[in-house]
């Protein structure tokens, strides 16, 4: 069964260092991969996808991940954050079985302090 | 364009009641699905439809919860006799999957159930 694991449950940076949420996956087959953003009282954002094309996929905001499959990971980062990036970030990983559900991580609340 | 929408926004209700939550996806998205959001157990599939047909159903929690779709649209879940642990944000979301292979979900801005 496929799972996905977020390191992490709240991770604080000072503003302009590096952000760095970790995550990683089990999957029996070439998995696809997510992170959602989701600020409060708000439904989930999708930051950037992970489809099978480049390892390195460039999202909105700043954001990047990387996909490696020898780590299982596909840690999300910014080399610098800012103010508005706090939020709780959710990596997932669809179902390719059929039905492209997602299996969602336990989510990580990012501080960023002044 | 419109994005998915969710009504209501806040729902208050007391334990026992049924409730009825709604999801409007974006339009011509055939694939539709059903999260929760709980404190202790974060975000749960509870069921994917595609079309009007709902070929996966597993995340449904009890025979309390049900769900239907209709004109490969809007979609209602439907929670019976509710209980104080169906307190949630319900999360509906909504994607081409099934054209092209990849899905990106696009998510609404949830219904917050609280059952007192």
């Known amino acids: 069964a496929q799972s996905v694991t977020q390191l992490g449950s709240h991770v604080s940076v000072s503003e302009g260092a590096l952000v760095l949420l970790r995550c990683n996956y089990s999957?029996?087959?070439?998995?696809?991969l997510f992170w959602y953003v989701q600020y409060p009282n708000q439904g989930l954002q999708l930051l950037l996808k992970?489809?099978?094309?480049?390892?390195l996929v460039k999202g909105i905001n700043g954001f990047e991940a990387e996909f490696k499959k020898s780590e299982t990971s596909f840690h999300l980062t910014k080399p610098s954050a800012h103010m508005s990036d706090a939020a709780e970030y959710f990596c997932a990983v669809s179902d390719r079985s059929g039905t492209y559900k997602y299996i969602f991580g336990t989510g990580t609340r990012l501080k960023v302090l002044a | 364009g419109a994005g998915v929408s969710q009504s209501p926004s806040n729902k208050v209700t007391e334990k026992g009641k049924d409730v009825e939550l709604r999801c409007d996806p974006i339009s011509g998205h055939t694939a539709l699905y059903w999260y929760r959001q709980s404190l202790g157990q974060g975000l749960e599939f509870l069921i994917y439809f595609q079309g009007n047909s709902a070929p996966d159903k597993s995340g449904l929690p009890s025979d309390r919860f049900s769900a239907e779709r209709t004109g490969g649209s809007v979609s209602t879940l439907t929670i019976q006799r509710t209980q104080q642990e169906d307190s949630a944000v319900y999360l509906c979301?909504?994607?081409?999957?099934?054209?092209?292979?990849?899905?990106?979900?696009?998510f609404g801005p949830g219904t917050r159930l609280t059952v007192l």
């Open positions: 999957s029996s087959v070439p998995p696809y």
């Open positions: 979301a909504s994607s081409l999957a099934g054209r092209g292979g990849y899905n990106e979900q696009f």
């Open positions: 992970y489809t099978s094309a480049a390892t």
